[in-house]
């Protein structure tokens, strides 16, 4: 266990250059499988599929997700596949993730006049720094936030302790626990505390979710109550696709429509998987792929080429705009590639025996893929640890799960739901960053030695926050 580190990616990325692409663990008395190629993961995700579509379960991921009912950690089974589908369906469809371009753009544009503010702050006099890494963090949970919940809650004292109370979660949540691992070594979980912190974190943010559900059914009363009483109609415009994930999901619990039942501890379930699943990763994209432009000037200029030609003098970026931006597209690739923000995605699990390139795999076995090591597979990429955009410019590989050198999204049925709404803030938010302003690193900092330490954890993210000076251009 010990060999693993503290960057398993990077650990088992060089065990599978020694011993290949299939590799047996033992974790403690967990059985598991790591796959660390293209073709491996191919035969996991599309050719012997059905058998991996279950997720290694623990006692940690149990209290914390309502006895696995919301959908990350769910079973295969009926009641997932429902979960599923209110998730592809009816909150992370193309169509919703369109009716929210308002949040985005509202959010993007706090960050823009932020970002504003800052560069106004003579450098000279230690000022001007930007902390970009909480910047993005703070608009990735905010954008999510109102998204999910109808409104923000990063704000003030009670934004202070949200945020807390979701950091502890997440960390709680990839989090080594013994239980699961040894077993016979449970107890330290007890004695260690982390029994207790998970139950403090699962009631905190039970009650933080009851709350937000209380508001909701009171705000459709009141709502209810108007409507009899005025009856301007025209003020509801009948737009069900900008309700929030929480109204969403309050009629389908109530009207139980197509057949789908979610009781109110599947609600919160669901509406907790979107708020960890969606936010530190989404972030997590924009602060690598400002890292890496930082660090390559030309990537960076002709990033800003691009976006300023096809915006031609306006400073408003539209999602036709966005269509036509190849090289931003093609940023976000190579920053998927080079940091997928799960670089061992979501554990999967056997659901019977298997034979996976001629290994026999017994039924229960954890699959672990290493989304990092294939991005980095010198077989598959030329100068594979090097920042380069323009090797997606003539080709068509993509990360929505049909091309196995690239699944920072996994793939398959199982494959994440939310691809559409993280790509959707990601673009919009780089683009406007690189049209209004030029970038440096404070104090003269080049490029090259910008340190590149990840942190630890289940989502990596730079280790030390991202700091940067911006000079705003015209378009500002
Ligand atoms: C850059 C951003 C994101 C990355 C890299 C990412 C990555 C992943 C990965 C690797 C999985 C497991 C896939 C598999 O087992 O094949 C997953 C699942 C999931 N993701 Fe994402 N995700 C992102 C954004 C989002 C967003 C924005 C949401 C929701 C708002 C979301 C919700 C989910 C959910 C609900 C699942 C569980 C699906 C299931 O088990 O069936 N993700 N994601």
Redo the contacts with the bound molecule.
């Keep these: 266990m010990h060999h693993l580190g503290i960057y398993p990616h990077r650990s088992l990325q060089k065990l599978a250059r020694k011993h290949g692409p299939i590799m047996s663990l033992q974790i403690g008395s967990v059985k598991a499988l790591v796959i660390s190629s293209a073709e491996a993961a191919q035969e996991i ?1 599309k050719t012997n599929e059905l058998n991996f579509l279950n ?1 290694p379960e623990s006692e940690v991921t149990r209290k914390l997700l309502y006895d696995l009912k919301d ?2 950690v769910a079973p295969y089974g009926e009641y ?1 596949r429902q979960m ?1 589908s209110i ?1 592809v369906l009816q909150l ?1 469809s193309n169509k919703r993730v369109q009716s929210i371009c308002y949040i985005r753009e509202e959010e993007t544009d706090l960050l823009i006049n932020k970002i504003g503010e800052g560069s106004r702050i003579d450098s000279s006099s230690g000022g001007g720094v930007l902390n970009l890494s909480e910047m993005f963090m703070t608009l990735t949970n905010d954008v ?1 936030s109102r998204a999910a919940f109808g409104r923000k809650y990063s704000e003030g004292e009670s934004g202070r302790k949200f945020m807390k109370m979701m950091s502890e979660f997440v960390s709680v949540l990839g989090i080594f626990d013994f239980g699961t691992f040894l077993p016979w070594l449970g107890w330290i979980d007890r004695v260690n505390g982390l029994t207790d912190k998970v139950e403090r974190i699962a009631k905190e943010m039970d009650e933080f979710l009851e709350g937000v559900l209380e508001e909701h059914i009171d705000g459709d009363r009141r709502k209810k109550y108007l409507e009899r009483k005025v009856t301007r109609d025209h003020e509801n415009d009948g737009d069900q696709s900008r309700e929030d994930f929480a109204n969403v999901l309050l009629g389908i619990y109530k009207d139980k429509a197509a057949g789908i039942s979610i009781d109110r501890d599947g609600i919160k379930a669901l509406l907790v ?2 708020f960890s ?2 936010t530190d ?2 972030y997590t ?1 924009l602060e690598w792929a400002m890292t890496e432009l930082l660090r390559h000037p030309k990537a960076m200029k002709d990033l800003q080429t691009e976006v300023r030609e096809i915006t031609d003098g306006r400073n408003e970026i539209t999602d036709q705009d966005l269509e036509k931006m190849k090289y931003l597209k093609a940023v976000i690739k190579e920053t998927l590639r080079l940091h ?3 670089p061992l ?2 554990p ?1 699990k056997a659901i019977k025996d298997a034979k996976i390139m001629d290994y026999d795999i017994s039924a229960g076995t954890m699959v672990i893929t290493n989304a990092f090591a294939i991005g980095r597979d010198p077989l598959l990429w030329e100068d594979a640890d090097e920042f380069k955009p323009e090797r997606f410019l003539n080709s068509c590989r993509d990360f929505r799960g049909q091309d196995f050198q690239l699944i ?5 049925r ?5 691809i559409s ?2 790509m959707a803030t990601n673009e919009h938010v780089l683009a406007n960053l690189v049209l209004k302003f030029d970038w440096n690193l404070p104090d003269g900092i080049k490029g090259e030695d910008l340190d590149m330490t990840e942190c630890t954890g289940l989502t990596i993210h730079r280790k030390f926050p991202l700091l940067a000076v911006a000079t705003p251009t015209s378009q500002f």
């Excluded at 920072?408 to 398959?412: I, W």
């Excluded at 199982?414 to 939310?418: L, V, Y």
């Design positions: 995700m997720r959908v990350s997932w599923k998730c992370l999510v998987d979107i699943g969606g990763t989404t994209v997928p923000p799960i995605l979501v999967r920072p999204f996994g793939a398959g199982r494959g994440c739901p939310g709404f993280a």
